[in-house]
């Protein structure tokens, strides 16, 4: 079954390096991000992993919990994190699924239901298992993102895009295109006028359907 924004993570038991987590205790009232890659002692990856790891204090300071999902075993898990922490230079301290078996891409949708690894397989094999999942408090799914093999992650994106859900969650606002915190935001349609500006406060009006606030604290 395809796994769509606004659909509830897939309450997964899962082996990491940390040992077994459920993941709707692990999410708990936090936000969360899920990150996957195909393979373990990856040039690629093992840059992004280190950017996750040098970004730990900005995903504490959004009350936001990282971790990592990987078709390779617990031992290299293990391995690998010694030379993402020697080529990052900071502690990679979030869990990495061990998804040896594959359930937990299957759930995520990024392999197909009959997906399975080979003998001497390499990443290519798995090279959809490169996305990236935002969750917000509700377990629900709030962003998707999957890249190719050639091209690293951006994970300031990925945190620009946190504080966008984070700033719009269960409120009827938007952001545009650009979007940084401290910037206006746009006012959704499910208001009129009044509405907005009693909400919101002066509206700068850019067209009947554009309207911008100022960001609310």
């Not at 230079?89 to 979030?94: D, I, K, N, R």
């Not at 397989?121 to 490169?130: E, F, N, Q, Y």
């Amino acid at each position: 079954m395809a796994l769509r924004i606004n659909d509830v993570i897939p309450n997964l038991t899962v082996t990491t390096d940390l040992g077994k987590i459920v993941l709707h205790d692990w999410i708990g009232d936090s936000w969360a991000i899920l990150f996957s890659h195909p393979k373990d002692f990856t040039p690629v990856c093992t840059t992004e992993f280190g950017a996750v790891a040098q970004l730990a204090a900005e995903w504490d300071k959004r009350g936001t919990k990282v971790m990592g999902i990987s078709v390779d075993g617990v031992d290299e898990h293990k391995k690998w994190k010694g030379d993402i922490e020697k080529t990052s230079g900071a502690p990679a301290g979030f869990p990495i699924i061990a998804d040896e078996d594959l359930a937990v891409a299957k759930a995520l949708d990024m392999l197909p239901a009959d997906a399975y690894l080979p003998d001497g397989r390499t990443p290519a094999d798995s090279a959809t298992v490169r996305s990236v999942f935002i969750i917000a408090p509700n377990k629900k799914v709030q962003l998707m993102m999957t890249y190719p093999m050639s091209v690293g992650r951006n994970f300031a994106e990925v945190l620009r895009a946190l504080d966008g859900l984070q700033r719009t969650y269960e409120q009827p606002l938007a952001t545009p295109a650009n979007w940084e915190v401290g910037q206006d935001v746009i006012v959704a349609l499910s208001l009129d006028n009044d509405a907005a500006a009693d909400k919101f406060g002066e509206l700068d009006i850019k067209l009947p359907y554009l309207r911008y606030a100022k960001n609310p604290a």
